[in-house]
């Protein structure tokens, strides 16, 4: 029996498991979508930045600098491509399959292609990320409690400090060494010449270590003893030891699998988009002739 009234023009073109894979493979990418926006609200959310305009203004004066930012931004492509996947699929809708298949075969031409970029300009990408990094990372150190937790995570993982060398911190307002005060009434500010406390060594081997948040105090003062200071923090810049941190702590290639896997994935959703579309083209044919 046909979709349309009574006709019956034989076995229908739409294969059920090519329409019911693409929902299922759409379904999930607007989950997973739908929750990385639902993240990245609740963390501008929690630190009040929705609950004024001035907050609100502070907010999106530093997108590139902020995660949550990065987090809505990416769910919410990630929500509407499933959205229209889904939809496209479920409800045999030409258009909403073409719009699929644009927008999914745009991400693919743009993972393809700023994957070369970063094997070929790979030195001149790093500058650049350590440039913006050092321009906004290091002042707004403590303008943003979301990055400021991506800061501390980074520099404690990869055992880093600072963008190229610990130095970098005297940029940042509170750690600059003629900081010496801090308010209005004139207090010692105590973090002048020092570094974040993320910065510092602490026993690996030691399952709950207590965190010294002073650790860092004073670290750089030029009188400061050089052999201590080695011994206390992190002195290499994020920008080197990430690179060695990625190769040591996640095999390269580990990482070239998973992401070829979802580029299998994006590529087969493509594929199933185009098949879909054209047969129920042809079942439309079918039942116009």
């Known amino acids: 029996m046909g979709c349309l009234g009574?006709?019956?023009?034989?076995?229908?073109?739409?294969?059920?498991v090519i329409k019911y894979l693409l929902f299922a493979i759409n379904l999930i990418?607007?989950?997973?979508?739908?929750?990385?926006?639902?993240?990245?609200?609740?963390?501008?959310?929690?630190?009040?930045?929705?609950d004024g305009q001035e907050s609100f203004n502070a907010l999106i004066e530093s997108p590139i600098v902020d995660p949550s930012w990065?987090?809505?931004?990416?769910?919410?492509i990630i929500f509407l491509i499933g959205t229209a996947g889904c939809l496209g699929a479920l409800r045999e809708n030409t258009i909403l399959l073409t719009i699929y298949k644009?927008?999914?075969?745009?991400?693919?031409?743009?993972?393809?292609?700023?994957?070369?970029?970063i094997y070929y300009y790979s030195d001149y990408i790093e500058a650049e990320v350590g440039k913006q990094i050092f321009n906004h990372a290091i002042p707004g150190y403590r303008e943003n409690p979301d990055f400021q937790d991506l800061v501390d995570t980074i520099q404690s993982e990869v055992q880093c400090c600072g963008?190229?060398?610990?130095?970098?911190?005297?940029e940042n307002i509170y750690?600059?060494?003629?900081?010496?005060t801090v308010g209005d009434r004139n207090r010692a500010n105590p973090e002048a010449c020092g570094v974040p406390f993320s910065c510092c060594k602490f026993n690996q081997s030691d399952p709950s270590p207590v965190i010294n948040t002073q650790c860092g105090y004073n670290v750089r003062d030029e009188n400061f003893d050089a052999a201590e200071r080695e011994e206390?923090?992190?002195?290499?810049?994020?920008?080197?030891e990430f690179q060695s941190w990625l190769i040591a702590r996640f095999n390269l290639y580990v990482l070239a699998g998973v992401g070829g896997g979802i580029l299998v994935v994006e590529i087969i959703g493509f594929c199933l988009a185009l098949t879909l579309g054209d047969s129920i083209k042809r079942q439309k044919s079918k039942w116009a002739a």
Do not use: H, M
Not at 175 to 180: A, D, G, R, V
């Open 6 to 16: 009574d006709k019956d023009d034989g076995p229908s073109e739409v294969s059920l």
């Open 29 to 50: 990418s607007w989950i997973i979508g739908l929750i990385l926006v639902g993240i990245g609200i609740w963390a501008w959310y929690d630190r009040g930045a929705l």
């Open 70 to 76: 990065w987090l809505v931004v990416l769910g919410a």
């Open 102 to 117: 644009v927008a999914l075969g745009l991400v693919i031409l743009l993972e393809i292609g700023g994957g070369v970029a």
């Open 163 to 170: 963008v190229n060398s610990y130095n970098d911190w005297e």
């Open 175 to 180: 750690f600059n060494c003629e900081q010496e």
């Open 232 to 240: 206390r923090i992190y002195t290499v810049g994020c920008v080197t």
